[in-house]
């Protein structure tokens, strides 16, 4: 298993430390519904050093990754980031990650599990084109301050930035820890305010224990990837493995924003495909609660009446919401908010209804 | 991880299961309960991490091995084994309001049903010592 930079202040902290896409990471330090408060109302910190970093240069490198990425990447406008994902032939995704288009890079940022094919995918489609693909993701670490108070936190260790300058998915460079020229970018996972931090590896534990001194009066915390699939599922972002894969598309999965048609783009990998099933889409993700006891899980199974209709993918306990929440895929006659839906759990019926994705939203800066 | 080995030693009035459950002979009948390490390792020591507690109907014939029912966490199912074939008497209903009791006291209060067994042997079954013998071997 591999070990972030940030493995043993894990440990010192006491961490229950679990393998998550080949990385030994921490999944909570305390009781996982509390981690999710304290983002919810102050802060959050978290190593998410396990993702996968990747840095392409090149002349070719925005026509290349036009052609690999579902959204349109030479639009992006300069310092601005925006959601994609990697697609075959078939449409459905190999991965989804984050573009940053500065001037003379692209820096992608992937999911952990799938690194390696993401590498060998942009590595095997790269031919022809004059690009450099680096896999930067030993060489830094990735930390993420997440929650109202994430801005306050790190103003005070950031130097000639002022941090309410960089807008919702932008990204800036400055001193941070007296690290200079720190990519800041405000992005996250969590539905809230926050920033995510790219950090030279050998600097990544002061700076984590940095951000913890100076956010502890704000009441920020150390938070693990079990808090962080429950923020990410009330804000209604996908999760790799659940919403999407090689069965489940981004049409379906309501990720439209991430994918462009536009003529200007050219071809790329998937799209004839997408582009059908968005004229002709049969199922949707919807959101659903129950104010049952069992929580939805991946793979149950969804009844109207006796006639099976649908799957959970994700599902979790919501204390923002105070229920239980979860993801799943139903024909487009069903999901209507409010509607009544039985939820199969080894043969016994909970009651649940739809819901509107997501399930939690707070204005944007 | 949790470490098995911070632990006092488990009641030596019961027999083991290698999926966590205990079983202990009272009477003409068995209590089934799961051990702390069970506990630990769905809440990891958060009793609040703890939801959801599914527990059998009284009367239900269960065979040695079979799921009884289920107990949830925060982030994980596991299954409820029954280490002995026997018929459901009693089920200790309370723990599915008050699932708190199972972090406090799994040994007694935290039981989940009682049983009337159809043998009364549970030889094969591990004891205290080698229930910790087996946690131990787990862990590296």
């Known amino acids: 298993m591999k070990k972030t930079p940030l493995h043993d202040a894990h440990e010192k902290l006491s961490a229950k430390m679990v393998e998550f896409g080949g990385w030994h990471m921490p999944v909570q330090y305390g009781p996982i519904l509390e981690e999710v408060v304290t983002v919810r109302t102050k802060a959050g910190l978290f190593d998410l050093s396990h993702m996968g970093r990747v840095r392409v240069t090149g002349a070719d490198r925005e026509r290349f990754l036009d052609k690999i990425c579902t959204n349109f990447v030479a639009k992006i406008p300069l310092g601005s980031i925006r959601y994609s994902l990697f697609c075959r032939a078939d449409g459905n995704p190999i991965d989804d990650l984050l573009v940053y288009r500065s001037e003379d890079e692209v820096f992608l940022v992937v999911n952990a599990s799938n690194t390696d094919v993401d590498l060998a995918w942009m590595r095997e489609h790269s031919k022809g084109f ?70 030279p590896k050998s600097e990544a534990v002061r700076v984590w224990n940095e951000c913890l001194a100076h956010g502890a009066k704000h009441g920020l915390k150390p938070i693990g990837l079990g808090a962080r699939d429950t923020l990410r599922l009330e804000a209604g972002m996908p999760l790799y493995g659940h919403e999407i894969d090689a069965t489940h598309n981004p049409i379906e999965a309501g990720l439209e924003f991430g994918v462009s048609f536009k003529p200007e783009k050219g071809d790329w990998i998937g799209r004839a495909p997408l582009e059908r099933l968005a004229q002709k889409k049969t199922r949707h993700l919807v959101g659903i609660k129950t104010a049952g006891p069992r929580v939805p899980r991946q793979g149950y199974e969804l009844y109207a009446g006796p006639e099976k209709i649908g799957y959970v993918v994700s599902g979790s306990v919501s204390p923002t919401v105070n229920s239980n929440i979860g993801t799943a895929y139903v024909p487009l006659a069903h999901g209507k908010p409010g509607d009544k839906v039985e939820i199969d759990i080894k043969d016994k019926r909970q009651p649940a209804e739809y819901c509107a994705l997501p399930f939690f939203s707070r204005t944007r800066k | 991880m949790a470490d098995t080995r911070s632990k006092t030693s488990r009641p030596d009035d019961r027999r083991y299961c290698e999926t966590h459950e205990w079983i202990k002979p009272d009477g003409d009948t068995m209590l089934i309960g799961i051990t702390d390490f069970a506990v630990v390792e769905l809440s990891n020591g958060n009793e609040g991490d703890l939801v959801y507690c599914d527990l059998p109907e009284v009367g239900r014939i269960l065979k040695a091995g079979e799921t009884f029912g289920e107990i949830e966490s925060v982030k994980a199912v596991a299954d409820l084994n029954c280490p002995v074939a026997g018929e459901v008497i009693e089920i200790n209903s309370s723990i599915e309001e008050h699932l708190e009791v199972l972090s406090k006291d799994p040994w007694k209060e935290g039981w989940l049903i009682r049983i009337r067994p159809d043998a009364k042997s549970l030889d094969k079954l591990m004891d205290a010592k080698a229930y910790e013998k087996f946690l131990a071997e787990k862990a590296h």
């Open chain 1, 130 to 199: 004059d690009v450099k693909i680096e896999d930067q993701t030993d060489a830094l670490a990735m930390i993420a301050l997440q929650g109202q108070a994430s801005q306050a936190t790190l103003q005070e260790l950031t130097r000639d930035l002022d941090l309410a300058s960089i807008g919702y998915y932008k990204f800036k460079y400055g001193t941070v820890s007296g690290i200079a020229d720190m990519r800041v970018s405000r992005t996250g996972y969590t539905g809230e305010d926050g920033f995510e931090l790219y950090v």
